[in-house]
Structures are given as C-alpha cells and as structure tokens.
C-alpha cells in the first residue's frame, strides 16, 4: 500500500554501510520476528541476537559488532548506533507515506481576527483559535482542537486533533501535542474556610520550551502565581498529571500515568517511569531514574536509580507477607527481645 | 417518567419463571434496598440476602435457590443467572427508555465526501469523518467525534461524543468508544542521542475486534511497527492507558487507571484490576486476575490470582512498620545471626 | 501588562490592617521569593517566614504574629488568616484583568430549541446543548462543551472548553468543570456469560451539587440503577475516576489520578491524596485523610489519617529488602522457633 524504497535509497538518506543489493526494494520497517523479504529491521538491544538468525528481513540495522552475524543471513546496513538509526528511518519512512496537513485555514474553523497566523499554518475543521494568540510559521492546528486567547504557538509545532492550550499558554517549536491533552487548566488550590473551600484563583500560566511532546489526555495545569515551566526536550506520555508550578528540567521523560504534585521540581535528563507519583514542593535532581509505580515522598538530591514498590506474588503467599508486614514494628521488638538474651 | 412495564412484558421478553400478577407495573430497575413497589430488583449474591425480605421491590430476580424466600414476600422471576437475567434487563429497558440517535449526518457534521457511510449510521453535531474512513452499517459518530483518515469502524459501533480515533484504526462491529478516549495516539518512542530524544515515529496501526467497550478519557495507542491488538469482547474502563504494541486477549476485562507498558502481551479472560500497572515487554497467560494496585514486572505464566500492595493502616502504624521495612534486610541478617549462635 | 491596583484599594475591597502607603501600585499577585517591588506577597506558612526578610515584595499579607517581621521590611496586610485572604485576592483580581466570557450564543454553537438557556448565559464556539437540557442564569458553556439531553446545570456554573456532560447529568449552582472532564458517561459493568460479558446498561445518572470543582480529563460515571451523588464543595483534580454509584460527601477533597470504584462511599470534609486508590462497596468516615499512593481495600469507620506505600529508596536497598519482603512470613516463623528455643 505504502510506496516502496530501495535499500540505496534507505543508505544515501541516512547513512551507514550498506551491504547488499541498493536495488533491493523495502515497503515496511517492522520488527525481526514477523519481518518478510521486504521488510527492513534492526538488531538494537543484543539480547533478541537469537532473532536474528531466524528473522526473515530483506535486510536488518546493526552495530559493527553484529556485522558478520547479519549479513550471513541477507542484506545489513551497519551503524554504530542502530536504534537512533532506526529512529530516523522511521521519520523518513512517516514523511514519505503520510499526507502532509492541508494548509491553510479549514472553512469551518474559528479564528478570531486578532489572532496571528504564521506562513504555512494548517488549521483543522472545527479548531478555535481565540484573540491574541499566535501561531509560528508552519503550525498545525487538528480538528476540534483549542487555542485561547494570548497563546503563543511556535513554529512547527503541531496541536493533535482536540489538543486544547487553554489562554497564556507559551509552547516553544517543534513541541507535538497530543489529542486530548489539557494545557494550562486551572491548578488545584484552595483554602480552608471553616470546612468549605475558598478557590485560589491559578493567575500563572504555563510555559513550554521547544521539542517537547505531550500524551493524549495528559494534563498539565497552570501556575498558582508564576508559571509551570517544563524545559526543551522534555517527552511526556499519555495520561500524565502536572501540577501547577511545576519544573520539568531539560529532555527529561516521563512515562504513563504519572502525577507530579504541585511546586515539585524534576532536574534534567531524569526518567520517570510508569504510574510514579512525586509528592508536591519536593526537589529532584538531574539524571535521576525512577522505576514504576513508586511514590517519591522526598526529595532526592543525589543522581541515581530510586525504587519502592511492593513485589507483587500469587495471592495467597502476597496476604502471608502482607499480614506479617502489618505487625512489622512488633517483629522487630522480638528480634530485639532475642538478642538481649543472648547477651 | 419513563414508560412501564408490565411484569408480563418481561418475563414474556426475557424468560424466567414470573411468580406473581403479569399485569404488575414496573417503572424503575433498581437496587433492593431502595426499591418501590415499582421496582424490580434482583438478588445475584447471597450475601444481601437479608435485603430480600425488609425490600419494598415489587418483583425481585431470583435464583432457584432463593424462590421460595422471595415469594413470601411478593412478586418474583426465578432464573439460573439473576445477575446475568439482570443486564438483559438493563439492556431491554435501555432500549425502550432511550430515544435513539438520529439517522443520517448532521448538517455542521464535516464528512470528507472520499469517506464511505453505511446504511443508518448517525453522525452527530461536529463529527469529523475523513477521507478513506468507512463507517459500517448503523454505526453511531456522537456530536464532536473524530474519525481520521482510512479509519474502519464495523457495523453497529458507537462512538460517544468526543471520542476519537486517530488515522488507520480499525474498530470491529458492536464496539463502544466512550467520550475522551483516544486511540491511535502515538506511542512513547524515542532513541536517546547523546542528551537528546530522537522521536521514533509511530508506524503501525491499532485494531479493535468486536464487542469491545471503551472507557471514557482511556487511551491506546498505535504500534511502533506493526499494531497494537484489542481482541473480541475485551471491556476496558476509564482512564485506562495502553502503550504501543501491546495485545490484549479476548474477553479480557481491565479496570479504571490501569497503565499497560508498551509490547506487553495479556492473555484472553484475564480481569486486571483497579490502578494495576503493567510493565513492558512481559507476557501473561490466560485466566489471570491481578487485584487492584499491583504492579507487574515479570512475566506470569499460570492462571491465577496475584496481588502486591501494601496493606494500609493507621498513619502512625504504617510509619513504624515502613521505617522497619527501610531496614528489612538487616533485620534478617539479625535473625541469622541469632540462628547461628543457637546451633 | 495588567491594570495595575493600589494596596489602598486591595486593603478597602478585601478587608485587613494596611501598614503601609495605600497610594503604592501592585501589578502583580506573587510568592515571596520571586516577588518585586510591585508584587503583593504572603506568608501562610511559617515554615516560609525566613522568606520573608529577604523578598523584596511591596507588600505582604501576614498574621499578626508576623507583624512586626513584615512591616520591618515594607508594607503590609494584616489578617487572621493570611491564606484566605490570599484565595479572596486570587480571586478579585481574576475578575479585574480576566475577560468575561462573551454573553449569547456564538452563532455556530449548536443549541437545540426545546433547550432552556438562562439570562446572561454563555455559549461559546461549537457548544452542543441538546434537547430538553436547561441552563440557568450567567451559565457559562466553554467552546467545544457538550451537554446532552436532560441535563440540568445550574446558575453560575462554567464548563470549560471540551468539557463534557453526558445526558441527565445534573449540576448544581456555581460549580467549574474543566476541560476535558467526562460526567456521566457509562459506567462500568458487565454480567458474565460462559466466558463473554454481557453489558449491563447505566440506568442511573450523575447529580453534583453546589461550589463543586471538577478538574481536566476526570470521569465520574453514571450510576448503574440509582445515581453517582457528589455533594456540594466537593473538590475534585485532574485524571480522577469515580465510578458508578459513589456517593462523595461535601466538602471532600480529591487531590489528582485517584481512583474510586463503584458504589464507594466516601464521607464529608475528607482528604484523598494524589494517586489513592479506593476499592468498590466500601464505606469512608467523615474528616478521613489518606495519603498519597495508599490503596484502601476496606472500610474506614474512624476519622484520621490512614496510609500504604512501600517506602522509596536508591534501588540497590529497595531491592534487597523487596527480596526479604518476599520470605517476610517464612522470617516471622523463624524468629518464632528461636523464641520457642528459648523459653
């Protein structure tokens, strides 16, 4: 279906060393198990080498340490790098075979006229784009999606169908939004009064630097007073929760289901995993990883790998250990007992 | 408000054994412990059963087992599966109750003309269906819909308002999408590059079997190479995120705020529960339940129930029992210690 | 860029002891740290106090036990309770510089003519409003917003852009959904069948009450038979799910990606924290706080503070007492047989 490139072609784009036939001819990038003659694929991680051998690939990405081992069985481009190469192979690939947004402004869209519209804009049906805002050169802007008043888009970046930026919100370029995802919604703040809750109203706003990418249905709520700010590079999956005034530093990623609690700052270069949870006002240093599902409850002020999550077993023998762990404490009291009358 | 029954229409309609006046009015469905002498209600676990007798129902589903007990007190249906008996009540009512979605296109609705529209399908305020979509016969597309480019959707599939599927998804017949999912978002893939994350695009597709259901603001997203795969019959709740690649097995059921990881494989008739998180790249077989909270990160090979959560308590036992754990190991070298010394 | 307020006019709408020139401008609403001569400031918590010698903030909003401290510094605010008078300052400012929303129906909403729309309502880009639905008076309907047939929103409520009211919800007066939220869509519930489920139409509805907040992409399902009730002052965050039939009691507040199964019931003036987890049928007290991350799998008849997560640690230490925790009951049987050695 997909218009087919040769293997020379796939080589003078992106480099590397060919070996094999340039004439060959490629219609899918796949993976090596279920890879057919015209399909292309890459050997990143050395544990699936096994694969290799048996993958049915026209051809196959690898190190230079996996060279002999690849072109044993057909054609290879070898690279140092092969997942990064790859990658880029992957947005070549996307580039060819995908129909560029239609430019322009989509008849049934509303653009308020004192919005700014950059060179090459692309505007989807139904999008609503309100006063003051602007949108850099090159911008799309999906079907239904939403840009309040005095947001400021740049360029090539692209909103998502139904991406909403709600009013002040600053994206950098080349950020992708996607579908669903809230931008600047109110932060969560109140004040107790005598058992109600008075609103604080959330006057920051948001503010994004370039490259950065947003999952569907993530949130990422706008300052109390001053700006949750989430630096360039930063990757968010879907279904993340960013409390206001937040920092996210520099190519930070974060991955599904996570919730970051208001005022928390996250250095650079960290990785947060699955379905983490980082308690508000904390601090958290540059290259930190956190594995999945733990709940970071203070700060973390060194680089490093942070875990906390309760091995899961079958249940019978998870309800034995968790009965114990709810009389831990006294446990411990009888170690101690013991060892007092040992000595 | 709502139209009655007759008690006579509803056995006459769904079967079972009717104890009492067929020409007994019914209004509402409902639980017994607020039923009217309107309501038919039902029993489908022994455990409310002292509901039964201080209920005002004026019918109440039973199973054989509880016939006698529910005619000392009134009007009743005996039927093996009450709870079963119960959802094609719902089901019946449901459809008698509720107006039904207007055929045809609504005029603001923005359907590309190359999109192909099967007989009684409904296209609501705002939808937009572009082109290469084609929709099946009786498909429902609700107000603000959005199906892009050569999406398949099978007949008598409906999309609540809002929900969204992304280009190249194929959803089977009598499927549910509710409001805010999205599917065909792109996976979570990037290749490091000294720093910086090389997006690797998202080039394969998700499908959908049939009679699946979808919950509200859930997501899934499309593979990286080749699809992510939802199997018949697989229900899936809200908030609900799956990563690319990932398959489902059939009939499988997943609760509210599950986070799957990416090339995660369930099997078929699993239950997964509430907030449970799964990591990427395991397999799990058949039949597995994993109760709620608990986070998988290896591979399950057998049926059964797993579980790891840790138990919660009071505030001030869980911190002693927490601050004992911080020092678990140690605290079993304590009692290898006191082993040695005894032998 | 704001039109700047005097202290004299905060101090004169607001209330308190103005220590300070009532002429001096404010243009800004900012905490202490990054506040400027012409930024109001306060101190709530006196955790913060040491903030407040060296801010140069034109004025701040501090208890009388901070008087002195405040006023050694510059202007000042005095007040019982500095929070709240921030909240109200939140506030009167967001009314001063915020736009109102643009009264009347903007001309390509869809809104059904058997639809009531009160005085002075608000009706933005591409709103659906169905049939027999009733706005009241100053109700503000965001673009892109849906509310279905039936529903009921009462006077001086907002719904933010893509904000989503499935049909028969009811909504109390003064309530703010934002964007992205889900109220009444289905909940979920399926009878078994030899391996297939069944659905199990929602018959029920959704009602809100007063003052309640509802953040982006949350869902609150319709009840199965009976409703989904959220009492008035119910405060709820982002990417929160609330299954059918929960019963939340006023003035609860749900911090962000939490959880509540269906027919939960949760007491008045409670506090759930981000990422909690709450089973189904369970029964909450009133004024119960539970912590961040805590799953709770029974009920809770007591007020207090309740709490579960598996403490985070650098990953070698967590690893090496998960691995313990799994023995954990082998552990307690050992320290038995060496207690019974002794005795």
Redesign the interface.
Known sequence: MHPSATLGEIAGRLGGELIGDPAAGID????LE?ATASTISFLANPLYEKQLASSRAGCVIVAPAFKEAATARGAAIVTP?P??Y???L??W??ARTR?LPLPGI?P?A?VDPAAEVGAHASI???A?VEAGASLGAGVTVG??A?V??DCRVGAGTRL???A?L?FETVLGERC?V???A?IG??G??????A?????????GRVQIGD?V?I?????I?RG???DTVIAD?V?I???V?I?HNVKVGA?T?I???V?I?GSATIGA?CMVG??V?I?GHLSIADRVV????????RSIAKA????????????A?????????????A??E??RA??K??T
Chains 1, 2, 3 share one sequence.
């Open positions: 899918a990038v796949g993976p279920s790098d997942y990064l790859f990658a880029r992957t947005q690939w996307a129909p989509h049934s509303q989807g049906a139904f609503v079907a239904h939403f309040g008043r998502a169908p139904r909403t709600m992708f996607q579908s669903g809230v919604a109110d969560f703040g109140f004040a107790p009064d058992g109600r809750w008075e609103k604080i109203e959330q006057l490259d990418e999952g569907a249905n993530s949130c709520d109390a007073t001053g590079g990757k999956d879907n279904l929760q409390g190519h990623a991955a599904g289901c919730g609690a270069h699955g379905g949870g308690n956190i594995t999945a599902a733990t709940q970071v409850t490093g790998v942070y875990s906390g999550l309760f091995p899961f077993d079958d249940n023998s998870w309800e034995k250990n968790a009965a114990t762990l709810r009389n831990l404490h446990l411990r009888r170690v013991l060892e009358k040992q």
